[in-house]
């Protein structure tokens, strides 16, 4: 099975934006939904984003609500996840893969999601 690619992570100041990318080749949107993750060095991987499988609901965990937000273009296979008032405590590698739903209780079951990506590193400091 082919991983996923995400791209978009660099360093950037507090306060500041950036928007990454996950690139999901092949992906079929109708039977299926992608969610972002994230971890810091030491950190066990924490859930951040997901969004449904038609688009119209998408679920944030409770730190990066109000600031991140997660879009899709599936004529271009990608899934975005814009980070606006970045925080030193968004550094981390993120990742993307793919379940079958998006709620909390299905974010929370990492070893249920699968084509996990090589992440990409988001440094957020002054």
């Known amino acids: 099975q082919v991983q996923f690619v995400e791209s978009g992570g660099e360093l950037v100041q507090p306060g500041g934006s950036l928007n990454l990318s996950c690139l999901a080749s092949g992906f079929r949107w109708t039977t299926g939904v992608i969610g972002w993750f994230r971890q810091a060095p030491g950190k066990e991987r924490e859930e951040v984003s997901c969004?449904?499988?038609?688009?119209?609901?998408?679920y944030y965990t409770d730190s990066v609500k109000g600031r991140f937000t997660i879009s899709r273009d599936t004529s271009k296979d990608t899934v975005y996840l814009q980070i606006r008032r970045a925080k030193p405590d968004d550094t981390a590698v993120y990742y993307c893969a793919t379940h079958r739903g998006c709620t909390k209780q299905y974010m929370a079951d990492h070893t249920g999601w699968s084509r996990w990506g090589q992440g990409t590193q988001v440094t957020v400091s002054s």
């Open positions: 969004i449904s499988s038609a688009g119209g609901y998408q």
